[in-house]
Every structure is written in structure tokens, then in C-alpha cells.
């Protein structure tokens, strides 16, 4: 990827993520992820070789199941409270949906064995990108989404994934 390109996509990962963000409507978030997601697969892909390929594949792919994850739990909220904004999301069904696409966007446990592998096949800085830069959106959308959150999963997901990160650190050399 020559520069400008990389340039152009670094700035739409910023302003996606600036969009999410900013955002008050479910749909307008969901656009922001995906405008982040699309943009990070040529940043993966960038190598050119086929760990690169499969990395970009597997992000894309868990990436799309989590926004249609998303998508779905905005369409169960605005079908059952009539409203789009996400401070409004008060269905149990939504919430509970909305929790699980986003710990599978964030890569906690249990959805996180997709995280691992993306990062083998990716080089340093684009593994800190997906380390860093690409959580904010999704944690803003599940701390604005807190209060309405079921409180035994959050503190699951949480517990099993410091559980999990802490066992697979006893493996590493």
C-alpha cells in the first residue's frame, strides 16, 4: 500500500470511530463499525502473504457476525420500545444480544479465539492498532449501554476473560 492510501485509511478508521462515538442512533453506530471494519482489512492484508490473507479473512468474518449481531439487537430494541437511540435500549433480548456481539467485537471470553490468530498473522503495528485503537468504539457502545446491561454477564464476560488471559499468559515463553 503506498503511502496516501495508508494515510486515507488510517484518517477513516479516526473519523469512524469518531462517528460511533458521536452517535445517539443505533443505526449511525452500526455504521461507524462497519466504516472501521472495512477500513482495517487492507491495513491487515498489507503483507501480501497468505497469513496476512487469512488474518484479514478472519476479521472480516467475525467482524460482519458482530455488526449483523448489532444490527439485529437495535432492530429487536426499535421494534419493541419503538425507539433508535441507544440510551433507550431496554429489552432484554436486545441487551443480551448487544452484549454478546460486542464482547465478540472486543475479543473477550468466550468469543475471543478469533483475536489471537488475527494477530499472529498481522505485523506490529497494525496487531497495536487492533489492540488499541479498535476497542474504543465498541467499549463506548457498551458503556453508554450500561445501565440497561445485565449485571451476572458483564461481570462473566469479564471474569472470564481476565481467567482465560491469565492462563494463556502462563503458556507464553
Do not use: D
Request: cysteine-free; overall charge positive; proline content about 5%.
Amino acid at each position: 500500500i503506498n503511502p496516501t492510501t495508508y494515510s486515507l485509511l488510517i484518517m477513516t478508521l479516526a473519523t469512524s470511530t469518531t462517528i460511533t462515538l458521536a452517535s445517539h442512533h443505533w443505526l449511525l453506530a452500526w455504521l461507524g463499525l462497519e466504516i472501521n471494519t472495512l477500513a482495517m482489512i487492507p491495513i491487515i492484508a498489507k503483507p501480501h502473504n497468505p497469513r496476512a490473507t487469512e488474518a484479514a479473512t478472519k476479521y472480516f468474518m467475525i467482524q460482519a457476525l458482530a455488526a449483523s449481531l448489532i444490527l439485529l439487537a437495535s432492530i429487536i430494541n426499535a421494534w419493541q420500545t419503538g425507539h433508535w437511540t441507544i440510551m433507550n435500549t431496554t429489552s432484554s433480548h436486545a441487551t443480551t444480544t448487544l452484549a454478546l456481539a460486542l464482547a465478540m467485537k472486543l475479543g473477550l471470553a468466550p468469543a475471543h479465539f478469533w483475536y489471537p490468530e488475527v494477530l499472529q498473522g498481522s505485523t506490529m503495528p497494525t496487531a497495536l492498532i487492533l489492540s488499541t485503537w479498535q476497542k474504543l468504539a465498541p467499549l463506548a457502545l457498551m458503556y453508554m449501554t450500561l445501565p440497561q446491561l445485565s449485571t451476572t454477564m458483564i461481570l462473566t464476560i469479564g471474569l472470564l476473560s481476565a481467567l482465560v488471559g491469565g492462563w494463556a499468559g502462563l503458556n507464553q515463553t
